[in-house]
């Protein structure tokens, strides 16, 4: 899986690298679904403390150490010059590359758990937000923003491999903004999620048999 985040100008100077893993014992530190919540809330502010987080997510200071102990350990995030007394942590990167090895069967069950844990949650919070159409309905410059899109279609691993990537690259475009300084005048915070597989039937099936193309989207 790849998580792409905005990580504030104002974290460290290691934070403008991507993430590149494979090893399963660093997927695993972060598949939880607190720790998930934590590595958000870092990505949004760049720096906190285990009290500020705990308070964000009503959680125990303590629960919320534990977890940013474990989070440290994966390589997620590291420790921040100290605030008198205060200790925080800061993000490590901007972004998250955790797509398996392909040799190593662990690499490949980490990052397919991993990545159960991301559509689940962010499933539920889509589910939420068309279940709750009138917190939007009094915003009608943005219904035309709010889409669910689904496709099929033929490709090769490789033209999907590129595709995924072309995805990706989308959202280089709002790099930076994390920083009020750089959005434009009436932005709000987006969320994107997307899914891309390919259906491993036992055998590939002839194209011709199958037409392509079908799309849904959300009423506008």
């Given at each position: 899986?790849?998580?792409?985040?905005?990580?504030?100008?104002?974290?460290?100077?290691?934070?403008?690298?991507?993430?590149?893993?494979t090893?399963?014992?660093?997927?695993?530190?972060?598949a939880?679904?607190?720790?998930i919540?934590?590595?958000?809330?870092?990505?949004?502010?760049?720096?906190?403390?285990a009290?500020?987080?705990?308070?964000?997510?009503?959680?125990?200071?303590?629960?919320?150490?534990?977890?940013?102990?474990?989070?440290?350990?994966?390589?997620?995030?590291?420790?921040?010059?100290?605030?008198?007394?205060?200790?925080?942590?800061?993000?490590?990167?901007?972004?998250?590359?955790?797509?398996?090895?392909?040799?190593?069967?662990?690499?490949?069950?980490?990052?397919?758990?991993?990545?159960?844990?991301?559509?689940?949650?962010?499933?539920?919070?889509?589910?939420?937000?068309?279940?709750?159409s009138?917190?939007?309905?009094h915003?009608?410059?943005?219904?035309?923003?709010?889409?669910?899109n689904?496709?099929?279609?033929?490709?090769?691993?490789?033209?999907?491999?590129?595709?995924?990537?072309?995805?990706?690259a989308?959202?280089?475009?709002?790099?930076?903004?994390?920083?009020?300084?750089?959005?434009?005048?009436?932005a709000?915070?987006?969320?994107?999620?997307?899914?891309?597989?390919?259906?491993?039937?036992?055998?590939?099936?002839?194209?011709?048999?199958?037409?392509?193309?079908?799309?849904?989207?959300?009423?506008?």
């Open positions: 899986m790849t998580e792409h985040t905005q990580t504030p100008n104002s974290a460290a100077g290691s934070s403008d690298r991507t993430m590149h893993t090893d399963p014992a660093v997927m695993r530190a972060l939880h679904p607190l720790r919540d934590i590595l958000e809330i870092m990505d949004e502010v760049g720096e906190a403390t009290s500020e987080i705990a308070e964000r997510l009503g959680q125990t200071v303590a629960n919320c150490s534990f977890h940013l102990r474990i989070l440290a350990a994966g390589g997620f995030i590291e420790r921040a010059e100290p605030r008198g007394r205060e200790k925080p942590w800061r993000v490590l990167h901007h972004s998250r590359d955790m797509r398996p090895d392909r040799e190593d069967p662990l690499s490949i069950a980490e990052s397919a758990e991993l990545g159960s844990m991301y559509v689940q949650r962010e499933a539920a919070r889509m589910v939420s937000f068309l279940q709750n009138l917190s939007y309905a915003n009608s410059e943005w219904i035309p923003a709010v889409m669910i689904t496709s099929t279609f033929w490709a090769t691993a490789e033209e999907m491999e590129e595709l995924a990537e072309d995805l990706s989308l959202m280089d475009r709002f790099e930076g903004r994390r920083d009020p300084a750089n959005r434009p005048e009436g709000r915070k987006g969320r994107m999620f997307a899914t891309l597989n390919p259906e491993l039937d036992d055998s590939p099936r002839d194209s011709r048999d199958d037409s392509a193309g079908e799309a849904g989207t959300a009423p506008r």
